[in-house]
């Protein structure tokens, strides 16, 4: 079978796997589960962002679910993903797809299911999807049906219920500079809707299926040219996105990356402090410790759950979650939707600033004020299949009993292989979207991140 979900949908090399025949199994399992909702009368929606192709794949997409008697809005122009879920959730649909391959090389493309609550499908809907799969008749005809698919300017719709979430009124007082570093994604033509061009430095906002030669993720390894750039034009706060711009990473005012960790803690500290707001919290099995600091702090009730925003968005359905988010720059709040969204929660962080009245630099200060220093890092290895198997085959099972010197403290097996040691935590699992194996390292000097790093890159 050459259609496989992973982590977040399924993602594949464009005319490798990624072909229009296994495009349409994909289609076919996805309408079949669709068919079965109640909603199914109100049709599904089908959105894509700025990737070889995609505009052509979600066309073909739509033709697959219209010769199935699906009612499709098909997104007018390229889209996020948080657009297409609020889309699907606001018009009691069916479910939704996205064209995309988020944050991956240019050479794949992807296929996103969305739940007619408006955030990722539930495990156990991928598993029904991936069922179907195994019953689709590839020689299916499709014979699509024009009157079933409605063009719809679905950006617009998501950028007015931004307008609705946010006092951008208070953004645009504050006389914050702000630099958009979209990656070429479909972030783009979003934040330069919502203020004067004055106040706003593009970057990347351009079609570029290529990517300008990089990964769309907003992480440090990916972005040096435009820290240069920000520096240039003297900007106060930068928000970066990925490729469909549910992923956020941001820059203070001295071009310092600040990740989704401190971003998460500023956010959550903010909401309960500030706002006064209750419930409870649901994080990633790799991110920051000073979440459950915070939830500690403020009795608040934490969930620890796999890789995976639809773990998370899984909980903002059935839970009374606050804030829900995982390292790799996804965070949702439930109140805005049960999905993660780049656009917005850098917003948020801007909202937060003007509110009140302090840098970026200044809101990670308190973190470490109250919480002492942390530093993150994460590094992705492209190895052979051996040599990824022998790393994986000496974290497993808790047998490691010192990390780079540091005697071990705990050790966790959720989702990969965490140990802790005095003053931070290794976690080593493959990529559940990409031929990786990811490292990741918190601890409470970058030194010692870099020497745990290093010494878990050498395992066998």
Not at 139 to 155: A, C, G
Not at 227 to 251: P, Q, S
Not at 273 to 293: M, Y
């Amino acid at each position: 079978m050459q259609v496989k979900f992973g982590t977040d949908g399924w993602r594949a090399i464009i005319a490798k796997e990624y072909t229009y025949d296994n495009l349409k199994l994909a289609a076919l399992a996805s309408g079949a589960y669709f068919l079965e909702h109640p909603d199914k009368s109100n049709g599904v929606c089908v959105g894509y962002d700025t990737r070889f192709m995609s505009k052509e794949f979600a066309r073909f997409t739509a033709e697959v679910l219209s010769s199935m008697g699906l009612k499709v809005f098909l997104a007018d122009n390229f889209v996020s993903t948080p657009a297409v879920s609020l889309f699907t959730r606001d018009h009691r649909l069916a479910g939704g797809v996205m064209i995309t391959a988020s944050h991956n090389p240019p050479i794949y493309n992807g296929f996103k299911v969305k739940a007619s609550y408006g955030g990722p499908a539930h495990p156990e809907v991928i598993d029904e999807i991936e069922r179907n799969l195994l019953t689709v008749d590839p020689e299916t005809e499709v014979t699509p049906v024009p009157e079933l698919i409605s063009m719809t300017d679905i950006k617009s719709y998501y950028v007015g219920y931004l307008e609705s979430k946010l006092d951008l009124k208070l953004i645009r007082e504050s006389g914050l500079k702000i630099a958009h570093n979209a990656m070429y994604g479909a972030g783009q033509d979003m934040i330069t809707r919502l203020f004067d061009e004055s106040m706003i430095n593009c970057y990347h906002c351009s079609l570029n299926p290529g990517f300008g030669g990089i990964n769309p993720e907003p992480i440090p390894n990916y972005i040096a040219d435009f820290v240069e750039f920000f520096r240039e034009v003297e900007t106060d706060v930068a928000i970066i996105n990925d490729g469909d711009a549910d992923r956020v990473g941001m820059l203070d005012e001295k071009g310092e990356f600040v990740d989704s960790h401190k971003l998460f803690a500023i956010i959550l500290k903010y909401l309960v402090e500030q706002k006064g707001q209750r419930g409870e919290v649901a994080k990633t099995f790799a991110l920051t410790d000073i979440i459950d600091k915070l939830c500690r702090k403020h009795d608040l009730t934490m969930h620890l759950l796999p890789v995976g925003f639809k773990h998370v968005s899984r909980l903002m359905t059935t839970n009374d979650i606050l804030i829900g988010g995982e390292e790799s720059g996804g965070i949702g709040i439930t109140s805005f939707l049960p999905e993660r969204d780049g656009v917005y929660i850098g917003l948020l962080i801007l909202e937060i600033m003007a509110r009140r009245q302090k840098t970026l630099v200044g809101l990670v200060e308190e973190l470490y004020e109250e919480f002492g220093f942390f530093s993150y890092n994460r590094l992705d290895l492209r190895v052979a299949e051996s040599r990824k198997q022998a790393i994986i085959e000496a974290a497993a099972g808790g047998k490691l009993t010192s990390i780079a010197g540091f005697p071990v403290t705990g050790f966790n097996d959720l989702d990969g292989f965490k140990y802790h040691f005095e003053g931070g935590w290794l976690l080593i699992r493959a990529s559940g979207t990409e031929p990786v194996l990811r490292i990741y390292c918190e601890a409470d000097s970058t030194e010692k991140v870099e020497k745990v790093l290093a010494f878990a890159s050498k395992l066998a």
